[in-house]
């Protein structure tokens, strides 16, 4: 089995106040939460192969905290990781890539995160898990075979159960 | 909105040393890691109109020591908790009672705790909720209407992210 964690954006700035919303960046507590988390799943003994991420600014920033607590060395973009990106095409990145990893973070967006939670769980659709901004869903997934509706959920949290 | 929490009892003794299973009690480990979890829920603020436990000893020790750190007054007992029971009856159960209360907490046993939450979150049996001994997972239910597929799962947590 390997893990695969996605991990929601922090707390971005007010969506209006920036003209691309792609360059809308972490509030100032957005960062402080984001790394009190870093550090919280770092003491829990998390280590990422990889972290693939959003390449929109409030990812990004998310992605590097993590890379920068050490959770990771590694850190790539991933296109389809913006918002309202192929999930199917995700789930065929996943499959691809897990011979040569044990954990994967994924750094992105709502409601494409939780959606890619259920495809990997359920096998389907669902609007009804709640991934809160830094909030983390963990998943253990098989080495082989598809992964749709293959994976356990074993781990969601909204950021309050992981600050102090 | 109403709170529904999911809380699978703690570690217990080894199956085969009692005669009758239903006997089982928690380990002293059990005992220890399901106190730290209770007070963490208590310190998260957790507070619940009422605990329904499965009346197996090991449930029941789980939802006394959540009583007696003061996460509820009150506890009552509920046969469809036992191994095994009828998930329609309990969803039924949960329908019937949610006028009279904002938050209840279910104690009880796998795989069923984590069929009921599959049934509330996607209306359908699924194998790959993940739910450890005293594991809690955090369903908020609509105030009315069937249940079924209606509920939004926002937590769950393997007992390690409670602990310190």
């Not at 990781?81 to 709502?110: C, T, Y």
Request: charged share 25%; aromatic share 6%.
């Amino acid at each position: 089995m390997i893990e695969i964690y996605l991990i929601r954006h922090g707390l971005a700035g007010q969506f209006g106040d920036f003209a691309d919303d792609s360059l809308r960046p972490l509030s100032e507590i957005g960062v402080k939460k984001t790394t009190k988390i870093a550090q919280r799943l770092k003491e829990l003994g998390l280590q990422f192969d990889v972290i693939l991420t959003s390449p929109y600014a409030r990812s990004m920033e998310t992605a590097i905290i993590l890379q920068s607590i050490g959770l990771s060395e590694t850190l790539e973009t991933l296109d389809d990781l913006k918002p309202a990106g192929d999930i199917e095409f995700l789930i065929e990145q996943l499959q691809n890539i897990r011979e040569r990893i044990q954990s994967v973070a994924i750094v992105g967006h709502e409601p494409d995160l939780s959606r890619l939670a259920a495809q990997l769980t359920f096998g389907q659709n669902c609007e009804n898990l709640v991934l809160k901004k830094a909030g983390v869903v963990g998943l253990s997934a098989p080495v082989d075979g598809d992964l749709t509706g293959q994976c356990q959920l074993f781990w969601l949290t909204p950021p309050r159960l992981l600050l102090d």
